[in-house]
Structures are given as C-alpha cells and as structure tokens.
C-alpha cells in the first residue's frame, strides 16, 4: 500500500537554527519531536534563495535556468511536472493548504485540490528590468522598514494567513480520515512564516525574553567591505534610508524566533490531528530558503551566503529512526525523493531533472554530486551561479570577481580564498564544474528576454478590463454540512471519526 506524505513548508527558515532539528535555545517541542524521528538533512540548500524561482525548483527539482522562473513574476509553466503531478498521476489524491508563489494562470500545478489563495500575487507585476541597473521598486521591494518597526502585534497580514492554511489543513486531516476516498494522499501545508514582516503575537514574544541569540555572530560591515553583490542587495534594500540600531536588531531577530514557535504550534496542531484521527503519513519539513537575520548588516534572502541559501530539511517516516546525515543536498532532491517514497517513476523526465532521490543517502550511500543554485533577481543584474561541494561552495557571476569559500574552516564565510594561490587547484576545479553546467552569457540573454517579454504583457494585461489569475478556493456550499439531497443518518455517520464510539 502506498504510503501517506505531509509536506510542511515554512517561508524564509534559516537552515542554520536547524543544525540537527531545532537549536536546543529554540522554543519548538512539536519539530524538536519530530526531528527525534527525522532523517535529518544539516546542509540543505534551496535552488534559488528566492520565494517563487526557490518553491518552483522544488516542487519540478528542476533549476531556474531550466523552469524559467528566474524571480518573484517569472510564469511557471504549466507543462513542467511536478511532485504533485507524478503523484496524483501514479493515483494520489493531492492537495495544497497555503503558498506555494504559482505566477500565471495555472494556480494548481498538479494538485487535485486547493484550500486557501496565496498570499502573494501571481500576475507579472514584481519583475525586476536588467535594462535599468540599480533600478528600486518602492512599492514591492524589501526595505529595512521590517526591521525597524519589528514588534508585537495580535495579528498582521502574515498571521491572519498562517492560521487559515493551519485551520484549513487540519480540517483536511478529518476530512481524510473519513474514509471517503480510498485513494492514498499527498498533503501540503505551506505557511508564510518566518518570512518578514518581523512581527510576533505575544505569548511566542515574550518566550525569547534574555535570549542570547539576539544579536547576529557577524556584525554589519562598512558599506566598502561587502562584496559587489552584497552593495547591490544593501541598495535594493534602501538601507541609505534607514538607521539601524541594535535594539532594531534585537527586536526582528526576536520575533523571528517567536514566529518559529508560532509555526511550531501550528505544526503541532496537524501532527495531532493526525494521530488522533489514526492515520499514518511520512512527514517532509522544509523551508523555501534562509534569511540573514542581519548577519554582516544583510538581511531577507537572495543570497548564496548560507543564512539565506541555507535550510532545514527532515524526512519522518512511520516507525522510522532519527539519524543526521550531513553531506550537502538540495530542495531540488525533493521531488525524486517523494516519488521514490510513493514507489513512482521519474523515468520519463529525468533528463531534464537536476535532483536526485535522497532514499540512497538515507540508506547509507554516498553522495558525490555538487549541490547546485542560482539566483537572477531583485538586487542582481547578471545570473549568480553557486556549487557546494564537500566543504567548498564556490559562487560565479560575470560582473564579480569570483568567490570560494572553505565551510568547514570558515564557516561565517568571511575569508574569500579564489585568490589565494594555495587554492588555486580547488578554484580551478570548481571552475571547469561550473563552466561545464552554466554558460552564464546564454543564462543572462534568456532572462532578459523573459523580463522584457512579461513587462510588456504586464503592462498591456493592466489597461482595460483586468481579469486576475490569483487563485479562488471553490467551496461547494451545497455539498457541505447538511442538504436535502443527503440522508442525515448516512451523513452523521459518515462524516463521524471514529465511528460507532
């Protein structure tokens, strides 16, 4: 019988507090549990440290460069299989509680069903313009406003999100149970949290009360001492404008971690939903991508240093034992390795897949092949290509200088070794690697054709009636609760778990 998979997928985790399940200072009982269970993956890392290029990766396992979805407004093609298509192909039923940042029309992916709408747009409008370098967006760019006005509140935009998909996925687990359908069943629960706004409800506020992780490892640097891409993201973030205090520090990283525990909490409740309604599943947690935190003066994402590229990744399988395994793999592995777990061939499309099954590694297999990222977006004005490979990471872009970076020996990569003549062999090395998989010339030529083909629609599709692609839940009014074409001694039994106790 093929096995039952929950997927839980937060927004914007930073894989460092994950170093084997959650940091013992952090206040998450319901993933220190899991993780207990967990095969345990300690350096996970996204295709793209960006929210849509990063989640489109990880559901096909397929690059940027080859989905096309090279930032926030890029379409993602509704021909590119992904984990819910192969599954709900080999006789799945599917389903999405939450985000996933799906740009175009098709808001579905191969998911059967859809709970909630996302809390992102998904027409064309966020596209960034290589042909205006340094150009900022106000009103859609990241700006240090997040961190400044980091705090408490009850609710906000972000938490009214999260405890509908937590709502809405529980519901789901119940409705599961029920025994309606026989088919078995692939659940998704994406929440947007971590992500910024740094805002926390109190009661996970006040649990970070004299925490000592407040302030970042690496303090900010001189504007001078980052590397060119870190200025360009710094400028992207409008950081000029604002003055960044440490008690602004302390308070956003503050309510990062309090939003931890708030998914933690959510989490829990369909973990419990699920064992209370006595149904089995494989459970998969993973983030999208990291955020910096104000490691170095940076912050949110779109980076391959590893605050921002860097994620949790942990695989409970029923009756499974925990274990860490840490060589470095990638959210593209997710997708081969949900279809290995459901026992469905990837055959058909796996030359155009850059993932690989996990299942070898967590059997006790090597794993020899570098891990691989991109990132062509906000804040950049070329491709950004990244390898990790046994301790090295080595980062390639066609404007910078570039960079490589000993993980093992430096671990808050602060020592850039592409010009030490002592790592010249390792540097050329990774550079053939690199050169061998990306031609960075046709890569940017390929963006910049996607960018100026989408601002032209965008502009064009916003003149006139204006029909939105964001995504509408169907709920079926006259199929819910009680009608008069239902017998209501079928129905109260029926829709009773357990029965007859």
Request: hydrophobic fraction near 35%; charged fraction near 25%; proline fraction near 6%.
């Amino acid at each position: 019988m093929s096995q039952n998979i929950l997927i839980f997928m937060v927004d914007q985790l930073n894989g460092t507090f994950f170093p084997d399940g959650p940091a013992s200072w952090l206040h998450a009982p319901n993933l220190r549990r899991l993780a207990d269970r967990s095969v345990r993956f300690a350096n996970t890392y996204t295709a793209s440290p960006l929210c849509a290029p990063g989640r489109a990766s990880f559901m096909s396992g397929q690059l940027p460069s080859r989905t096309g979805v090279y930032d926030n407004a890029a379409e993602f093609a509704s021909d590119i299989p992904t984990f819910a298509h192969h599954l709900r192909r080999a006789g799945y039923r599917t389903c999405l509680s939450g985000k996933m940042h799906f740009v175009g029309p098709d808001q579905l992916h191969g998911f059967e069903e859809r709970l909630t709408t996302d809390i992102y747009p998904a027409d064309f409008g966020w596209t960034p313009d290589y042909r205006k370098p340094g150009e900022r967006i106000d009103w859609w760019y990241h700006n240090m406003g997040s961190v400044t006005g980091a705090g408490v509140a009850e609710t906000s935009n972000q938490l009214e999100y999260d405890d509908e998909v937590a709502f809405h996925a529980r519901a789901k687990v119940h409705d599961l149970a029920r025994g309606g359908d026989d088919r078995p069943w692939c659940l998704t629960v994406s929440f947007t949290h971590p992500h910024d706004l740094y805002v926390a409800r109190r009661k996970y506020w006040d649990l970070y009360e004299g925490c000592e992780h407040l302030l970042p490892r690496v303090p900010a640097m001189d504007y001078g001492d980052h590397d060119p891409h870190s200025q360009r993201l710094l400028d992207a973030n409008d950081w000029r404008k604002f003055d960044i205090t440490q008690d602004d520090i302390r308070r956003a990283r503050r309510a990062y971690f309090a939003n931890i525990s708030y998914l933690d909490d959510k989490i829990g409740e369909v973990i419990e939903a699920l064992e209370a309604t006595r149904q089995e599943a494989t459970i998969l947690f993973v983030s999208d991508h990291g955020d910096m935190l104000g490691e170095r003066g940076l912050w949110f994402k779109m980076s391959f240093y590893e605050g921002a590229s860097r994620v949790p990744l942990m695989i409970a399988a029923p009756g499974g034992q925990g274990q860490r395994i840490d060589a470095p793999i990638s959210t593209l592995d997710v997708c081969p390795t949900l279809c290995d777990i459901a026992g469905v061939s990837m055959d058909e499309v796996m030359p155009w897949t850059d993932g690989q099954s996990l299942l070898p590694l967590m059997h006790g297999a090597d794993r020899e092949a570098p891990v691989a990222m991109e990132y062509a977006a906000e804040g950049s004005q070329a491709p950004l290509v990244s390898l990790r490979y046994g301790k090295w990471k080595y980062n390639r872009c066609a404007l910078d200088p570039d960079q490589l970076f000993d993980l093992q020996a430096d671990p808050e990569e602060l020592r850039n070794l592409a010009a030490d003549p002592r790592h010249k062999g390792t540097l050329n090395s990774l550079q053939a690697k690199s050169m061998a998989r990306w031609d960075l010339d046709a890569f940017d030529a390929d963006v910049r054709a996607s960018q100026a083909r989408r601002l032209l629609v965008y502009q064009a599709l916003r003149q006139g009636g204006y029909y939105p692609w964001d995504y509408q839940p169907l709920q079926k009014a006259s199929e819910r609760y009680m009608r008069n074409h239902m017998d209501l001694n079928v129905l109260e039994e029926n829709k009773r778990f357990p029965r007859g106790e």
